[in-house]
């Protein structure tokens, strides 16, 4: 068999996969594509990418996308000329060979409602061939196949619950692998019941589950006395009433349809938020009729409130119910609905907090722990903890997903992280991904794990050194037990794409930059406890600018210092000047300007800044004066704290400086006072 596809789009991902089902399902051993947008070396490496035994390209001359009758064309002007292509035909003395299937192989649309529909695509043949094989028919496919397999694609992306794979490698291995990883580790083979057996079969874990949420919502008898409360509630002012009572509107029926995710896993009716977000104009009036009836005659049809409930795992391998949590997979119309109905109760928040906190909240002590400090004796810890009712604990655990330190940080300490990272390369499967795709993730996945950590801690160095190994041993296919060479070093790697790097970033200087968003918060003057802590714990007065280099071990005031180095640089070398002298009080930064300085240093981008202006096409040199030789750079960098930011321009010397300036015109002398050993 013989198969001639004229194709648009051949260097489409999914081109390859496409003609190896046709193979399988036709068997067909020459295969003839046609395609007018691919050539040359381009065409012979999708070609060789096939799978043929031999390959060749041909350039056939002529137009062919022409019909030979007006029997072959549907819609639009009826001309044609019969000159070209048809006379091409009958000199070469060539047959047609007919078709089965759609008679029609291209259409376009002009205008509205017009179509045009033509025959482009036909099977020619000598008259000698056509004796040798008189049966040979074409068989036109039909146009849907294509989208058959993109639908199928986004079937197992969906399934394998990728999310953060948007456009990376679609390998149908890897989307398999993924869901049936994902599908075993979600299995529930048992649940441990309250009083200690083991529920095993399905009928038993069925049982186990619905009791346990019987037990949990059941109503229990508050014996809280709230006598001195009124005992009717406030009254609603009409203001209230209208706006509760306010008829829905499109805007909010659209903003809660677009909050949603469109990718969420749907509810029974299976329809994604994206679908309706994608033709939300032929289906608004629907949705906004259906969202208004609901609030008007306060009922939700029970079509529309069908919900699949699942239990999502707190802990990785649970055993009992209170390690797993209920989560709701609604319809999208729900979803639209509560949505709604939550934007217009914000005006009654604060009554719905004093009516939850009527209710009665307890203290779970089976799930608190209890931390006692190194100094408490085990006796006097265990009287404490059966007092309480709940275990003793040498970690208070994490609170927001972060560590409450109470002792030194050490790898351990975060070293759940490291556990996270390596779980989750481990269930990507290198092999099923091609380099860009293990790139890819570890840009979009695996640098974004410690980030959430990282913004408010400073992590040990082995903890960043380890997750930069798991990263480069994941980009080159490295595992245990398959040994891959790194052709290119791990700095390089992480250079940018401008200097020939992939543009992965580092852990430790991403860490320093997350660090530096709190500093910036900080000197900003950012009302708040935790910088209240810090001002008080490193003897920062009112600003960032007031911290004591001598008793701290922050790097504000030197980050400074190299600010106003490598902002006066910039401004002079745009002044064109070609001589510079730099004179600065602080020993610290021309050290660092002046020698080599490590790529750990938290200062490194600025110091680099600096040298790259320095080491410019002109004459420029930094040397250390004391601060009674540099006032007049004191005293304006003094004012310059004192006015807004920005950019500040004097025609005269404001009067402090003046009398500086002046003092310098006398050659008056300052004593510079050491004190004594």
Not at 4 to 10: D, H, L, P
Request: hydrophobic share 40%.
């Amino acid at each position: 068999m013989i198969g001639v596809w004229n194709v648009r789009g051949a260097s489409r991902k999914a081109f390859p996969r496409a003609i190896a089902d046709l193979r399988n399902l036709y068997h067909f051993e020459i295969l003839a594509i046609l395609e007018p947008r691919v050539s040359g070396s381009r065409a012979m490496h999708i070609v060789k990418k096939l799978g043929f035994s031999n390959n060749f390209i041909v350039d056939a001359e002529g137009d062919f996308n022409e019909i030979i009758s007006s029997s072959e064309k549907r819609g639009g002007s009826c001309k044609f000329s019969n000159n070209g292509f048809a006379n091409w035909i009958d000199r070469n003395k060539l047959v047609d060979l007919g078709f089965i299937g759609s008679k029609f192989t291209w259409m376009t649309k002009r205008g509205i409602g017009e179509e045009i529909w033509e025959r482009l695509d036909r099977a020619l043949c000598s008259m000698d061939w056509r004796l040798c094989y008189p049966e040979v028919l074409e068989e036109n496919l039909l146009k849907e196949y294509n989208d058959i397999l993109e639908q199928e694609d986004f079937f197992w992306q969906q399934k394998c619950r990728n999310c953060w794979l948007k456009e990376g490698d679609k390998s149908t291995k890897f989307f398999h692998l993924s869901t049936i990883i994902r599908r075993r580790r979600n299995k529930l083979e048992g649940l441990k019941k309250e009083d200690g057996s083991w529920a095993g079969n399905t009928e038993d874990i069925k049982n186990t589950v619905v009791l346990y949420f019987q037990n949990l919502f059941e109503r229990k008898e508050s014996i809280r006395s709230y006598s001195h409360l009124p005992m009717m509630f406030p009254l609603l002012t009409e203001f209230d009433k209208l706006s509760l009572n306010a008829s829905i509107c499109e805007q909010e029926v659209k903003q809660s349809l677009f909050h949603i995710c469109g990718l969420k896993a749907p509810g029974p009716d299976g329809f994604h938020a994206l679908f309706f977000q994608k033709y939300w104009k032929n289906c608004k009036r629907v949705l906004v009729r259906l969202v208004s009836d609901c609030f008007i005659n306060g009922v939700i049809p029970d079509n529309i409130n069908h919900t699949f409930i699942s239990l999502v795992p707190k802990i990785p391998n649970p055993i009992c119910m209170s390690q797993l949590r209920p989560t709701s997979l609604c319809n999208t119309f729900y979803k639209v609905i509560s949505k709604a109905s939550i934007q217009q109760a914000q005006i009654m928040r604060e009554c719905l907090d004093i009516f939850c906190d009527l209710l009665g909240q307890q203290v779970s002590f089976p799930k608190s722990r209890f931390f006692c400090s190194s100094n408490t004796t085990n006796s006097c810890a265990k009287k404490l903890v059966d007092i309480c009712g709940s275990p003793l604990t040498k970690n208070s655990g994490k609170y927001l997903g972060v560590p409450l330190i109470h002792s030194r940080i050490t790898k351990d300490t975060y070293k759940d992280i490291l556990e996270k990272a390596q779980n989750r390369m481990a269930s990507w499967k290198c092999a099923s991904l091609s380099f860009v795709g293990r790139c890819t993730l570890i840009k979009v996945v695996s640098s974004a794990l410690p980030i959430y950590a990282m913004q408010s801690t400073q992590l040990p160095s082995e903890v960043c050194s380890k997750l930069d190994k798991l990263n480069n041993n994941f980009l080159w296919g490295h595992t245990a037990k398959i040994k891959k060479i790194h052709l290119i070093n791990w700095d390089t790697v992480c250079l940018p794409k401008c200097k020939g790097g992939l543009g992965i970033k580092k852990t430790k200087l991403m860490n320093q930059t997350l660090l530096a968003k709190a500093g910036w918060r900080l000197h900003q003057n950012e009302k708040g406890l935790w910088g209240g802590i810090l001002m008080d714990k490193y003897a920062i007065k009112s600003s960032l600018m007031d911290c004591d280099s001598k008793t701290t071990r922050m790097v504000g005031w030197l980050c400074f210092e190299l600010w106003g180095i490598l902002e006066g640089l910039k401004i002079i070398w745009k002044a064109g000047f070609k001589k510079v002298i730099i004179e600065s009080d602080s020993q610290a930064a021309v050290d660092l300007l002046s020698n080599n300085s490590s790529m750990n240093h938290p200062l490194f981008s600025i110091i680099q800044a600096c040298k790259a202006l320095i080491n410019n096409e002109w004459s420029c040199n930094i040397q250390h004066v004391y601060r009674e030789s540099n006032r007049v750079v004191d005293c304006l960098a003094k004012l310059g704290h004192s006015l807004e930011l920005g950019f500040s321009v004097f025609k005269d010397p404001p009067p402090q400086v003046a009398v500086v300036l002046d003092d310098d015109y006398k050659c008056l002398v300052i004593a510079r006072l050491v004190p004594s050993c």
